[in-house]
């Protein structure tokens, strides 16, 4: 097969609202997988970088890296993958494979040129073109198998905000005994909740209003605050053992981190497009831990797909139509997501 054009989601410049084009995808080399897309969830990170918020941006950018589909083709070395198969993609879609990161199945913080699935560049240069998309070109290696028992739409969302949770959450031992804040109750958050709650914890969610109370409850979690309300700081200091904050804006960390008891850790996975301050007086009294963590490995990243499947979850989904990528990125921006936004790719 030849290099072929693919229908697509594209923001054709920073800001712009996404539209309808073509993008080229790679011949199917020896190691590669076509998948024909079925599902692309919508990430709030796709919006930051729509909208150039982290800044370096490559447009038109097609962005997508929650993406499930099936196999349509594969390459004449391919080893783990037949046509037909249910399959996956998330962040990550190549990596240099000799550093130490991606010697230990860290290839998320492989130092020697990962490739991100969309708004990066591939080994010949090209840039990479994301899940908003009919179909993509992938190696076998960067590809996951999505076990029989989560339909492909529910799937979708794990192999980003699935992963960036279970992660941190494995890394930091949640589990029995242990006292876990989920920050924030949106796509992230409510997988870090569903997570949490099968890995055994107490599980809280701070979120900044009571507004989705009801539904955090009912997705595990044991307890359900306001950060809006200056009493749930003053009632919940020195609580956790860890606390993850999936909050896409900055926030008043020395408060989050009198939340922590001794030797508790907050782990930040937001990626905010502002910078935030610190008195570090926050961390030094009771030997508390500032961390961040990124996505997760490839080995990790199927790890948590077959947890899921075991526990019998996958996320909180509105499937949507192509036509309402631009009215779900509002809708995320103000808050106002139930839990994660899919696209049906056949509309795109
Ligand atoms: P999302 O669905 O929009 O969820 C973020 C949640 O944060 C919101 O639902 C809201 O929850 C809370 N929030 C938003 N603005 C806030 C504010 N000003 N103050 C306090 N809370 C606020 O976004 P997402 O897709 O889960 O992504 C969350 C962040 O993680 C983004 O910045 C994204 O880029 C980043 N991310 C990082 C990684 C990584 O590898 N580290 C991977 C994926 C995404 P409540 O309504 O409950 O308050
Ligand atoms: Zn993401
Ligand atoms: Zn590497």
Redesign the pocket.
């Known amino acids: 097969m030849t290099v072929t054009t693919v229908a697509a989601y594209a923001a054709p410049a920073p800001k712009a609202p996404l539209e309808r084009t073509t993008v080229p995808r790679r011949p199917v080399g020896e190691h590669d997988v076509l998948i024909d897309i079925k599902y692309a969830g919508i990430?709030?990170?796709d919006i930051?970088q729509a909208r150039d918020g982290w800044g370096k941006g490559i447009f038109p950018m097609v962005p997508g890296h929650e993406i499930a589909g099936i196999v349509a083709e594969v390459g004449s070395g391919v080893t783990k993958f037949t046509v037909g198969d249910r399959v996956g993609v998330g962040c990550l879609v190549d990596s240099c494979r000799e550093c130490d990161n991606c010697k230990a199945d860290l290839e998320q913080y492989c130092t020697g040129g990962g490739v991100p699935t969309y708004n990066g560049l591939d080994k010949q240069g090209e840039p990479t073109y994301g899940g908003y998309s009919t179909h993509v070109v992938v190696d076998e290696n960067y590809t996951l198998r999505i076990p029989e028992g989560i339909s492909l739409d529910e799937a979708a969302p794990l192999l980003?905000?699935g992963i960036?949770t279970y992660s941190p959450l494995a890394h930091w031992n949640a589990g029995p005994g242990k006292k876990v804040a989920i920050v924030?109750?949106?796509?992230?958050?409510h997988m870090g909740v569903k997570i949490a709650h099968a890995m055994g914890a107490e599980v809280t969610v701070l979120?900044?209003s009571l507004r989705?109370q009801e539904d955090g409850l009912k997705l595990g979690a044991d307890h359900y605050y306001a950060?809006s309300d200056p009493e749930t700081f003053k009632e919940l200091a020195g609580t956790f053992d860890l606390i993850v904050s999936?909050?896409?804006?900055p926030?008043p960390l020395d408060s989050y981190l009198s939340l922590l008891r001794t030797d508790g850790a907050f782990v930040n996975?937001?990626?905010?497009e502002e910078p935030v301050s610190l008195n570090l007086f926050s961390v030094i009294g009771g030997r508390k831990t500032l961390a961040g963590?990124?996505?997760g490995g490839i080995r990790e990243t199927q790890e948590m797909l077959d947890f899921c499947a075991q526990h019998g979850f996958g996320a909180e989904i509105e499937l949507i139509d192509a036509d309402g990528i631009n009215e779900a990125y509002e809708r995320?921006l103000n808050?106002d997501?139930r839990y994660r936004f899919v696209i049906d790719t056949s509309t795109i």
């Open positions: 990430c709030h990170s930051h980003c905000a960036t924030g109750l949106g796509g992230l958050g979120s900044q989705k950060t999936t909050v896409s804006a926030l996975v937001g990626a905010p963590s990124g996505i995320v808050s997501v």
